[in-house]
Structures are given as C-alpha cells and as structure tokens.
C-alpha cells in the first residue's frame, strides 16, 4: 500500500483546510469524494491492514469502557472487522477504473479479501472467534451484511474453502442467543445470508427477527428497540438498514413480498429525514443515547437511503452529501479521534472515554465506517456531481424556504 501515499497526501490537499471559527470553505462533489474516501481509508485501514498481515492481535490496543463486563478479547477483534466491512463493502463493490480512487479502492479490496481469509483459517495467529460469546452473533451479522452489500466484489472473490468456513462459523451461532431487541435482526440476517447463497438455514431465526421488528414499530419512521423505546440512534445503527437488506435479499429469493420490502424502504427514508433534519448548521448532532462512541454510525440510515437513492422527498442528493462532509470535517479532519498508531479511541468527539458504555471496547468503534455507505454511488452519481446546497438546518435557520415535514403513516 506504500506506493498509494502520494495519492493519500494529495487528498488531503485536495481539501480546503479549515477556516475560522469551525467553517469550511464551498468545495465541489469531487472534492467532497476526495475527503470521504480519505477519512473512510483512515478508519478502516488499521484493522484490515493488520488483519491482512496476520498482526490485528498483536498491534489493536484493548481500550474498554468503565466497568466492562465482556470477555475481551474473544470478542473485540471480530467486532473491528464485521463493523469495518459492513461500512467498506458499498464502495469496494465498485467497478475497477484507472483513476487514482480505483487503483486505492483496488489495492485495498485485495487487502480485505485476505484479511476475510486469515480471519476464519484457524492457523492463522488472527483467527477470529465466531464459536464462543454471545457477542460474535452481532459481528458475524455484520459481515453476512457486507457480503450481501458487496457480493460480487467480496463474496464471490473468496476462495471456496473461505468460503466454506464462513458458512460453518455462520451456522456454529445457533448455539447462543443474545439481547431480545434489536439482536434479533442479527441472527435473521445471517440466516438470510445463509439462505441467500443456497446454504442450509433456520427459517425461523429468519422470519422471528422480522417480525418481531414489526410488532414494535411505533410508528412515523420510528421502532422500538425491544418492548421499551430508547431515545438513540439504534434505528440508524441497526434497524432499518438491517431490516432493508435483509428483506431486499429475501425479495430477490422471492421470500419476502415487494410491499413488505417498500414499506421498510419507506420508513427508512422517513427516519432518514430526521437524521437529515439533526444535522445542525455547522455540522454538529445530538449526542445522546446508547453507544455514541459509534460517532458517525448515527448516520447509516441516511448512507444508506442516499446510496438506493430514495431519499425523502425535500431532500436532494447534494445537500445530504454537503452536510454529511460537514460531519466528517469535525469528526475526521483532526486526529482528536484517533491514537499516534490510527486506531480509533474511545469517544464522541475526542478521547472521553467516560460515555463508553459497558460493552465498549476498541474494536466496537469500527461502526463509525458505516455513515460512509454512499461511496457506493459512482462518481459521476449526481450525488457528487451536482453543485453544493444547504440542508435543511441551514435553510431553516438562515430564513430559506425548507420543506414541511409531515408523519407517514405505515
């Protein structure tokens, strides 16, 4: 990867630098691309690049949270892959091209793909535990997202004894259950997976997570995280983009009915357009709620709507893409986030490792990659191509005209 320095360096360049008073100057699509892939190359990088080299053991600090109650390292290091995949896999299922972008993205697809291999070959020093904890069911449900989101770039890449090996550690989860809440998207979506591929699989893990799901939707774009609603940004970090690739898989298997898949679409976006609405005029967003160490995680709905590109209606491409940035700037520009070795460390928006919960641990801090999802889109998507316009905040506090919102009602 050493030869794609220069590129790295002349993205950063290619970013206008902060002016006074936390404002950043108008910079097109094509510039915007540029920081997004930077800062996503600078999140995930240590993971799957240690991963890839046999060294994610030997070299990811074990930072957790105040009273944590999990067995470390059984758990840690099969969190910082499935949450880095999950995030990474829209935009390595990209084509190749020859632009500098394409030779990065290329150069470190094939990184991933041995970094898949080593995590599940039990003679390497990074096999990752799948067979043990409850905590390896959230985990492996996120690497099962990343093959359906990238299935031709990185499921289908892997050898089939890979292959192979990810199925039996899939399957080795049906011993363990977990939380009776959003985890049960987990299990429904590596049994979908399972079934997706033409594999054996449990039917009702399957079905039981969606609808479940769905007796506790409250309504308005909004569902219920168990029995008892929490105030978080679970809906984004799970829920619906769980809920959506999972019914879209079974859609496409003709296990699912198109207008359960709408329906779910369309709450995405409803909820989308709260995310959309959060974002306050000079980037900044609620922290509140569980797990605000995950940081830019709170924004995979959003992603992840733009990426299918069904975005509310009010809601255009370039003006999620511009407040979006404005996130990334104050998140990823500095290194408040980081260590001097580029691990993630535990916080919001700096080292507080005060607000990390009691299952938080370095390798939990990988969701971050998942606010990324629309580098997915191409980049001549109008996403990026189109000229820069305020979001919503922006227009409502400068006296723009701005949408009115409105409730939905499935």
């Known amino acids: 990867m050493k030869k794609y320095t220069l590129y790295l360096m002349l993205l950063v360049l290619a970013v206008p630098a ?25 999140i995930s990088y240590p993971v799957i690049h240690n991963l890839a080299n046999g060294t994610l053991k030997a070299n990811m600090p074990l930072e957790k949270g105040n009273n944590y109650n999990l067995n470390l390292k059984a758990v840690t290091y099969t969190e910082a892959l499935g949450r880095t995949l999950a995030g990474i896999a829209p935009w390595l299922e990209l084509p190749d091209d020859d632009s500098e972008e394409g030779k990065l993205r290329k150069a470190f697809r094939t990184e991933t793909l041995t970094a898949l291999k080593n995590a599940v070959d039990p003679q390497n020093p990074d096999y990752l535990n799948f067979r043990t904890e409850a905590q390896p ?30 199925i039996e ?27 997706n591929i033409g594999e054996q699989y449990d039917p009702a893990r399957l ?11 409250e309504g308005d774009g909004w569902y ?36 359960d898949y709408n329906r779910a679409v369309d709450r995405m976006a409803r909820y989308a357009s709260f995310l959309e609405r959060s974002i306050a005029p000079d980037g900044t967003f609620p922290a509140f709620g569980r797990s605000i160490t995950y940081r830019t995680a709170a924004f995979q709905a959003l992603a992840q709507t733009a990426l299918m590109e069904k975005l509310p209606e009010g809601v255009n491409p370039s003006q999620v893409r511009c407040a979006l ?4 700037h104050l998140m990823y520009e500095g290194n408040q986030n980081f260590d001097k070795d580029g691990w993630l460390v535990l916080g919001f928006n700096g080292h507080q490792p005060e607000v990390a919960d009691v299952y938080t641990s370095t390798g939990s801090l990988y969701m971050a ?24 905040s ?14 939905i009602e499935n």
């Open 224 to 259: 219920s995280d168990g029995s008892s609603f929490s105030m978080d940004y679970y809906n984004s970090f799970v829920i619906h983009p769980m809920m959506v690739d999972l019914l879209k898989s079974m859609v496409e298997k003709k296990r699912a009915s198109a207008n």
């Open 325 to 328: 940035t404005k996130v990334f």
């Open 18 to 42: 902060w002016a006074q008073k936390g404002k950043i100057k108008e910079t097109t699509g094509a510039q915007d691309r540029a920081f997004w892939v930077k800062s996503l190359y600078k």
């Open 137 to 166: 069911i959230v985990d492996a449900a996120y690497v099962a997202q990343a093959f359906l989101r990238a299935p031709k770039m990185l499921w289908q890449q892997l050898d089939p004894t890979t292959q192979k090996r990810y």
């Open 369 to 392: 990659s998942l606010g990324f999802l629309a580098l997915g889109l191409p980049a001549d998507n109008k996403f990026w191509a189109d000229p820069p316009a305020p979001w919503t």
């Open 169 to 195: 550690e899939f399957k080795s989860l049906r011993t363990r259950t977990g939380a009776y809440n959003n985890w049960l998207l987990f299990a429904a979506i590596t049994e979908g997976f399972l079934w």
């Open 207 to 217: 079905r039981f997570g969606i609808n479940k799901l769905n007796e506790w939707y």
């Open 394 to 407: 922006q227009k409502a506090w400068s006296g723009q005209t701005l949408p009115r919102d409105h409730r």
